[in-house]
């Protein structure tokens, strides 16, 4: 599934191609996506200026100004586990699984493709109503955060720290492959209690999942199968992993091959040597 690093890349590459063109049709596919498309909407965007684009933690969010004075409408996006959003040629022939096509006044188009069907578009009256909604299922972005508040939400619980990243009201935007890459970064193995952990832990990790995320998108985030920008090109973080997905591979700080266990549901890599020799207060059950 696209993380955050995939989803700001998709947002800037949108970003230049999108800002100041105007929907003049909407089309959409017979099949629904996880949240139906409804009819409403088409006639609400059509017509519509997009006046950017942006991201919510795994959310893209494509603001147009209304057709009122008083409107912000926002058109809100997930790529679920295969979507595609793209700008393309108006003239380059559909793929397979397009759902949802806009079309722009500069004859280009908007398409949402999505295999298999785990993604959504849907869109909000107003960015009001959009924040109220986003705003209680997620947390923080996780750039700048709050070192006191990062703190609490960690020693406040006794799960363990591949479940409290994977928890959207934690931090938003941190999947699957950065929770195991920060945690490495850390030196922390994501089978610890965040109840655990020391103040300098906390600290340690906070920055490590900012360091982390910062240089996927510098490399275009990761591109594992289906994954692509805005403008279509693949991303290359998947090439500088230390340990998600190299189970059995070498840990490229001592040597030690790299470990797979499942945690909160999902696989999780980790280098037994670098993240399990901080532990003093907590045995290690994966032996």
Not at 36 to 46: D, G, K, R
């Amino acid at each position: 599934m696209p993380e955050l690093p995939e989803v700001e890349t998709v947002v800037r590459d949108l970003r230049p191609l999108l800002a100041g063109r105007t929907i003049t049709s909407v089309r959409r596919s017979a099949q629904n996506l996880r949240r139906p498309w409804e009819e409403q909407w088409t006639a609400t965007i059509t017509g519509t200026r997009i006046e950017g684009v942006r991201r919510r933690g795994k959310w893209i969010l494509v603001d147009v100004r209304g057709k009122s004075a008083k409107d912000s409408p926002v058109l809100r996006v997930h790529l679920g586990m295969t979507g595609q959003f793209t700008v393309v040629n108006a003239s380059e022939p559909e793929p397979n699984h397009l759902h949802l096509v806009l079309a722009l006044d500069n004859g280009t188009e908007l398409r949402l493709r999505d295999q298999r069907r785990f993604g959504s578009a849907e869109f909000f009256p107003s960015r009001g109503t959009l924040d109220t909604a986003m705003n209680a299922d997620l947390g923080p972005e996780p750039f700048g955060m709050n070192a006191e508040t990062f703190r609490l939400s960690m020693v406040g619980t006794a799960r363990n720290l591949k479940a409290i990243l994977l928890d959207q009201t934690i931090v938003a935007g941190v999947g699957n492959i950065y929770a195991d890459e920060a945690c490495f970064r850390a030196k922390l193995h994501p089978g610890r209690s965040g109840s655990s952990l020391t103040a300098d832990e906390c600290d340690r990790l906070r920055e490590a999942i900012e360091a982390v995320l910062t240089k996927a998108i510098a490399s275009r985030g990761s591109t594992i199968r289906d994954y692509v920008g805005g403008s279509g090109l693949r991303g290359g973080f998947q090439n500088e992993f230390a340990v998600y997905g190299r189970t059995g591979a070498p840990c490229p700080t001592c040597k030690t091959l790299v470990e797979c266990v499942r945690l909160a549901g999902r696989a999780s890599h980790f280098c037994r040597s670098c993240q399990l020799s901080a532990i003093s207060r907590q045995p290690d059950k994966t032996k």
